[in-house]
């Protein structure tokens, strides 16, 4: 039942060199399968008459000193050394897979001494280890066999224990134990299916190897014992006579090469396609970009229609990936001098690819387009770059979720916020580092002198945060966005955070966009609310009609799902059923239709307008107001049971 | 009837100067058939009682009971023996299921383990637990990957119900969810209380949450319970200044940030939890404190636990009001049942 998708055999027909070591690969297993009953006959029949030959019309490979056929018990060796290769490898892994996933089952003490075991197996030289367990174990197959699996079972045993430990801090690992899973099924079930991509291409790349250590082996005379036979046993009794009759060694010395090669090809190719799988484009892309309806629609509420004199004015912006992703959709955003807008949606709504790609930082795959993009009255599509980078990087400002992650860890914080206004504002260092303390300081920071000398992994998470503010402040920024600013924080610090953008708001006049999955965050700050689904605007509102009337159902239910301090406890959640659309949807009608009780037949097929319905209120919606809000009967029934799968 | 109870809980990470004290000392109660919510920021200590709670954390002392039976530690200081008792769900259902079992054989498992079943007794309680979560049992076939977060939550749930376990420890399990999937797993929370009769352990960060779904609720500051009563009572009348503080950030719909009264612990930075402030683990950042009122050199010296039991919601501050022993436990009650 597990493990269906590690390897999927189609994709590795795709590349040339992969179907080549496919082909090389089927073929010395074939010849395996096939050799010794068609050919056994033939290379074991003892020719006195052609003892010791070299290429002949007959023996095209020559013969060996009983007169026997090499070409044809070229042909037969191929079971015995792929056998034997394959049984060497399989053992290795079988023994050291289990050893090395051990270590993150047992106890610290007994782990931490089988981890070293094994470094210590690790550290010896593979052939020699082969060569001295294959001695003891005694001459002949059975002990170049054993050998060589002692000499490869440290490596499987140490790649299976650094993935085994990747996997065993997964929280499905301590779900399993808490279930009181046994070790062993632990092991078997839930730790090796989850590491065997990587162990399968490693047993690959082994066979090759193997192949050739078994040469080495029986070329040593260590390996297969007359009168069995593998290519190194021949290759062994051809050396002898390399230099009167050099044919004899070209059979068993090709077909290593061959078969070795082919193993090694195939495992490489199957991990280059593994590795190229992971973080892929879905699969089923459509074979043609959607081209989405562009509608060039008057929009009659709104005033100053130049643009000039407000902060933000983005009409119409569409941000699409290659191979038919389009995450966000018609957006259009204005925001006046002084105001916060609010952008609330949940997870791939396409909210925060709309802030960037308002301050220019989409990703270089996405592409975006727009009807109109003035920021400060000026069009930043007829701006040069130049002019472009200096009009964002001194007026924008940007405030991300995780600080953590956008504070360099290796500078101090004055270096790095100093850096900023040294680039675009040509201060000294000394200034910039006054200035640093400064905007420290106005951020509410203690003793800004000796906290601007800290790394960030000195600072709370708060703090971080604080900083990430002000060094938005080092410039002098006219519009701030802030990307879900508060959900790493604790709600206490949240609180402060939320204050602090709201002061800096009023003392700078800056304008300011906030990001956030958390209606009421938004609610708090917020003059203005953008919601957003699907990649779509699909409401906006102000505050006051956001708390008592909300037009669109989608909003409606967003607000009565989640709970308040005020929800009432007697009653269920309103709950939204299904799931929302992706951005390669392309159905025509609204987006929320599908999970909307007030949806119609209209809904599903035509697109609703971002259309006024009183002054500043617009929502994209045919059946407006047709949900109570707090009430959400409508939703109860069909939201206990979850829709099937999407 | 109490399901669960810790008595003295303490768990310590390393040792020496830079032992962190993750969990002080926790008396927690959890009554039978009810869900108690335990709340605290990061750092509180709240997700490592709960992992010590069912054994993958290491106590260091304090017991840990079920029915008001201890139970059994082992060597490492894990808790153990009570595999089938106490379960738990974790936060994020993109890593609490295995990507390479099917929905079916994950609940399966758990359905199966320490006894024998037949596939079809399997597959036919497999179905009823995916029904008891509100799932179409067709995707009992299905890969965790082919399933959304909220779907994942509930196989998640499914799985730690299979084996019927007393007590479910339910760890953040809303947070890595989106708004409109939440609020189905809170429902299906409290709905499970009241079909299963189980109890539950939710532990978030988020006050508004835990409000709706516990009918008890505990609060955790620095490794230390701080104050635990009848959800209710305590939203309500908070007793210690740490749940008023938090009370008092949870974000409100429309009411404006500027009309929001400063936080009261705003003033300090919170405290290196390795080293955490003496006597009261709040005294730096408490609004009723020493920083406000020099006279109140108590709250330096002195572990406010000690006569606890005695104040109204077992505050940990020696400066909330002491529950009047004659009507004052009369008044418990009545809250307790008012919050049922």
Redesign the interface.
């Given at each position: 039942?597990?493990?269906r998708?590690f390897l999927r055999w189609p994709d590795l027909f795709r590349s040339p060199v992969g179907v080549v070591a496919a082909l090389m690969v089927g073929s010395v297993l074939v010849l395996a399968l096939i050799g010794p009953p068609i050919w056994g006959h033939a290379a074991a029949k003892i020719d006195i008459s052609a003892v010791s030959q070299g290429s002949t019309a007959a023996h095209p490979l020559g013969t060996d000193v009983l007169g026997r056929d090499i070409l044809h018990r070229t042909l037969v060796a191929a079971r015995l050394s792929v056998f034997l290769a394959v049984l060497a490898s399989l053992l290795g892994a079988g023994v050291g897979i289990p050893i090395g996933v051990l270590p993150s089952l047992v106890?610290r003490r007994l782990g931490r001494l089988i981890t070293s075991a094994i470094n210590l197996a690790v550290a010896f030289p593979t052939l020699l280890l082969a060569i001295f367990v294959a001695s003891i174990v005694g001459l002949g197959a059975r002990g170049a066999v054993i050998g060589i699996a002692a000499a490869v079972a440290p490596y499987f045993a140490r790649l299976s224990q650094t993935l085994g430990a990747s996997v065993a801090g997964?929280?499905?690992i301590?779900?399993?134990?808490?279930?009181?899973?046994g070790r062993w099924?632990l092991m078997g079930?839930?730790m090796l299916?989850?590491v065997a991509e990587p162990l399968l291409l490693t047993l690959m790349l082994t066979m090759g190897d193997a192949l050739l250590a078994l040469a080495g082996l029986s070329l040593l005379g260590v390996g297969v014992q007359p009168p069995s036979y593998d290519w190194g046993g021949m290759l062994t009794e051809g050396i002898q006579r390399i230099y009167v009759t050099p044919i004899v060694v070209v059979g068993p010395a090709v077909a290593i090469i061959f078969a070795a090669l082919g193993f090694n090809l195939l495992g490489e190719s199957l991990a280059r396609r593994a590795a190229r799988r992971e973080g892929a484009l879905p699969r089923h892309l459509p074979a043609t970009p959607v081209v989405l309806p562009v509608e060039h629609h008057e929009r009659v509420d709104e005033p100053g229609d130049d643009g000039h004199g407000t902060v933000l004015d983005v009409r119409g912006l569409t941000v699409a990936f290659p191979g038919g992703s389009v995450p966000v959709r018609d957006v259009s955003i204005r925001v006046e001098p002084g105001e916060i807008v609010g952008i609330v949606g949940?997870?791939g709504s396409g909210k925060s690819l709309t802030a960037m790609a308002i301050a220019e930082l989409l990703p270089a795959r996405a592409q975006a387009t727009s009807e109109r993009r003035l920021l400060f009255g000026q069009d930043l599509a007829s701006l040069g770059n130049t002019g472009r980078r200096r009009l964002l990087g001194r007026s924008l400002a940007i405030v991300y979720q995780d600080p953590m992650a956008s504070l360099n860890p290796a500078l101090r914080i004055d270096r790095q916020l100093g850096e900023v206004a040294e680039v675009h504002e040509g201060l000294s260092r000394r200034e910039a580092r006054k200035r640093s303390v400064e905007r420290l300081r106005s951020v509410r920071i203690?003793s800004p002198e000796r906290r601007a000398r800290n790394y960030p992994h000195e600072l709370?998470?708060?703090?971080r945060q604080r900083v990430m503010i002000a060094m938005g402040l080092m410039g002098t920024p006219q519009l701030i966005i802030a990307d879900e600013p508060t959900t790493a924080l604790?709600?206490?610090v949240?609180?402060?955070i939320?204050?602090l953008l709201?002061d800096i708001g009023t003392s700078t006049g800056a304008a300011a966009i906030l990001i956030s999955?958390?209606?009421?965050?938004v609610?708090?700050?917020c003059q203005r609310v953008l919601v957003m689904y699907a990649g779509r605007v699909v409401e906006e509102l102000d505050?006051?009609t956001?708390?008592r009337q909300p037009a669109h159902p989608y909003t409606a239910?967003?607000?009565a799902?989640?709970?308040?301090?005020e929800?009432d406890?007697e009653r269920?959640?309103?709950?939204?059923p299904g799931?929302a659309v992706g951005p390669f949807d392309q159905s025509p009608g609204c987006p929320f239709a599908p999970r909307c009780p007030a949806a119609s037949a209209r809904c599903r097929d035509e697109l609703p307008e971002l259309t006024p319905l009183e002054s500043g209120h617009r929502v994209a919606c045919w059946h407006p107001n047709s949900v109570v809000p707090h009430d959400g009967s409508a939703w109860r029934d069909e939201?206990?049971?979850?829709?099937?799968?999407? | 009837m109490t399901a669960l109870e810790t008595r003295g809980l303490t768990v310590r990470f390393g040792r020496g100067h830079s032992a962190l004290v993750a969990v002080d000392g926790a008396d927690l109660t959890v009554p039978e058939q009810s869900i108690v919510g335990l709340v605290g920021e990061s750092g509180s200590g709240k997700s490592t009682l709960a992992k010590a709670i069912v054994g993958l954390v290491p106590i260091a002392g304090g017991e840990m009971l079920l029915d008001g039976v201890a139970a059994r530690r082992r060597r490492t200081g894990h808790v153990g023996g009570l595999k089938r008792r106490v379960q738990m769900v974790f936060q994020d259902p993109f890593s609490s299921l295995n990507p390479r079992m099917t929905v079916g054989a994950a609940i399966g498992e758990a359905a199966g383990t320490g006894r024998r079943a037949s596939r079809a007794v399997r597959a036919s309680e497999v179905e009823e637990l995916l029904e008891l979560v509100h799932l179409d049992p067709a995707v009992m076939r299905e890969l965790p990957s082919r399933l959304s977060g909220g779907q994942r939550q509930r196989v998640a749930l499914a799985r730690a119900l299979a084996v019927r376990p007393e007590v479910l420890i339910a760890d953040e399990i809303t947070s890595a969810l989106d708004v409109s999937v939440q609020s189905a797993i809170l429902n299906l929370l409290r709905d499970l209380r009241d079909r299963l009769g189980i109890s539950i352990l939710f532990v978030s960060h988020n006050l508004a949450t835990v409000r709706y779904v516990s009918d008890q609720l505990a609060v955790m500051y620095l490794g230390r319970l701080v104050e635990a009563g009848p959800t209710q009572a305590v939203v309500a009348e908070p007793q210690h200044p740490y749940t008023r503080s938090l009370l008092a950030a949870v974000p409100r719909l429309g009411v404006s940030i500027r009309d929001v009264a400063t936080g009261t612990l705003d003033a300090v930075e919170p405290p290196d939890p390795r080293h955490p402030p003496s006597g009261c683990h709040l005294h730096p950042r408490c609004p009723v404190g020493p920083m406000v009122d020099a006279t109140r050199q108590i709250c330096i010296e002195s572990d406010p636990r000690e006569g606890a039991d005695a104040r109204l919601h077992r505050a940990a501050c020696h400066f909330a009001p002491t529950a009047p022993s004659s009507d004052g436990t009369a008044r418990y009650e009545l809250t307790e049942k008012e919050a049922r």
């Open positions: 039942m597990t493990g998708r106890g997964a929280d499905y301590a779900a399993a134990r808490v279930l009181g899973i099924r079930r839930h299916p989850n949940e997870s203690g709370s998470g708060g703090m604790d709600v206490t949240q609180q402060q939320l204050k709201d999955h958390d209606i009421a965050v609610s708090q700050l505050i006051p956001l708390v239910a967003l607000l799902s989640v709970p308040t301090m929800s406890r269920p959640l309103v709950s939204i799931r939201s206990m049971r979850e829709d099937a799968l999407a | -």
